[in-house]
């Protein structure tokens, strides 16, 4: 492996870059192609053989997906454009595709500069895509796209380009056509210069072959697109629109500089193709990269809050401005502990020395830094702004935490996760197994915050909850494979929460008399809904000392937990806010638990007079299937209460685009499978909470076996 330790890059030579898409798009194999092209690996992994060096994972490898977001860091030096012939330091994390992992892909996002969207050539934009090219938006992340699989049967490029104009409402900059398709693809011309690029000669594909022999069929659409090109970057920037309609084509180097100012600005999209499985087509992607994504340089700053004024702070992306980076990643690592991955967006940061965790207030002391290659790690003494590094010794930092100078705190913008949908009940086959799985949960939850964990004081089981039933599987795998843990595991259920749909008051009063002191808690809260999606908030409007100040917080205490545990029929409860206004309490009896008590039944004498509702997750479901199925699967879609929002056409197959709930689809794989010969396959991703039917609320009410429950 190179010594990349001790170089020591400028900034305006530094790309952190992500790659995402849809599962099954060519992510990692893509990424796999990049590590050997840059010599960062000398052979090429393969997903099928289980040897590719980012999906380390026992769990991965087994079943060829990526679970986990894995960073490397590569150089590259580009053969062609204004950076031709200088060596650039490229940081890469390849994220997962499963809707599962999303958590994954978003803490990815928000520390790259950068993106690659890997799409299929046959498929074009599917789902997940979708929903990444979203996520990227959010964080104004800019990208290129990279359409994969040109030799796969059904291939279709300019078909796939149109996708990203209606599916993505991006501007796609077309930077090269394909020669041939399917199993005819060997190559592809770059329209900026009339270069055809051809692979085929070396089977690893680290050779091809540039030349200006453009097949004739294809010289007048080249000129076409050219001419479609050279007028969408015009378009972007004024003076090379007015050289161009004044008859003057600009030069190359102006279009190239011009468009990377586009790309920066989110303004255009450029388009590149090839098969990463056939080693075609991913150096000039690597050249893109070079050319047209941001460096640190280009976004020149960062935007955060002082955590003791709340007013705003800036950092400049430099080395010597204070330091401000986040820890986006916690990773359990067998040899060294935690590790806390760290995007550096400004000034050093040395290992041995103490940083100051603005997020929560604490100083924390930096142990090791170590560079990342997937799972090898190479040790550093200093990590610069624009660097991403793994942290040793953090114990208190999390996910989304921002470490800066203590002499000049700044807190940058969190990242924010998934709420879980799905949950299953766990319990431990032996004792210790018992003393085994809280240190396996918390060590899970550290890694995943789309991870969570309670335990159910009406059974005195533990329920754990995510996005997806393959993350759970993938947990409890992961607990008996890493931590020794053997678990009997509950059927999946569905993560309800409860609500109210009014304003109304509630009065809670605990008073004991036993002899000697007694006890005495009295409150009266108003309860609110919030709009969905909002979450709990607690309002203390206490005025004149009616309820001492030390015990708000107990009252809170008391709300949360209520709510934690439900009031309907034992799901926590969302999209509330309670406020306390007024009470009494007594100079000798009152105490914090009095308090507690007192808080928890008035909320529940509140919300019983609120309207309590229940809420279920919605899911968006997309279902390909032949169309001779077509009314079969909608039929059986109505069935499950869902929502079709539309069909779309595609070659022989019709895509359904729907709204389901998730408690309509337990098994659904397989009543698709045996309803179309096995030849349909869906997609699901959580999409938002809607209020359960009340017909269905008043079936669940009356097998329900909560006893907290309001009467």
Known sequence: MADIANRHFDLEKIRNIGIIAHIDAGKTTTTERILFYTGRTHKIGDIDEGTTVMDWMKEERERGITIVSAATTAFWTPTEGLSKEVEHRINIIDTPGHVDFTAEVERSLRVLDGGITVLDAEEGVQSQSETVWRQADKYKVPRICFINKMDKLGADFLATIKSIEDRLGANPAIMVLPIGAEQAYVGNIDLLTRKAYRWGGDELGAKYDVGDDIPAEMKDKVEEYRHKLIEKIAETDDGLLEKYLNGQEPTVDELRAALRRAVISYKLVPIYAGSSLRNKGVQPLLDGVVEYLPSPVDLRQVKGHNPKTNAEEVRLLVEDAPLAGLAFKIQNDPHVGKLTYFRVYSGKLTSGSYVYNATKDLKERVGRLLLMHSNQREEIKEAYAGEIVAIVGLKDTGTGDTLSDEGKPIVLEKISFPEPVISLAIEPKTKSDQEKLGMALKRLMDEDPTFQVKTNHETGQTIISGVGELQLEVKVNTMKADFGVDANVGAPQVAYKETIKETATGEGKYIRQSGGRGQYGHCFLRVK??????????????????????????????????????????????????????????????????????????????????????LEPIMKVEVTTPSEFLGDVIGDLSSKRAQISGTEEHGKATIILAMVPLAELSGYATVLRSMTQGRASYYMEPSHYEEVPQNIQQQMLATSTFTGRVE
């Open 529 to 614: 809904p919030r709009p969905r999606g909002e979450g709990n908030e607690f309002i203390n409007s206490i005025k004149g000392g009616a309820i001492p100040a030390e015990f708000i917080k107990s009252i809170e205490k008391g709300v949360k937990e209520s709510q934690e545990n439900g009031i309907y029929l034992g799901y926590p409860v969302t999209d509330m806010s309670v406020e306390v206004y007024d009470g009494s309490f007594h100079e000798v009896d009152s105490s914090e638990i009095a308090f507690k008590i007192a808080a928890s039944k008035a909320l529940q004498a509140a919300a019983k007079n609120a309207k309590l509702t229940l």
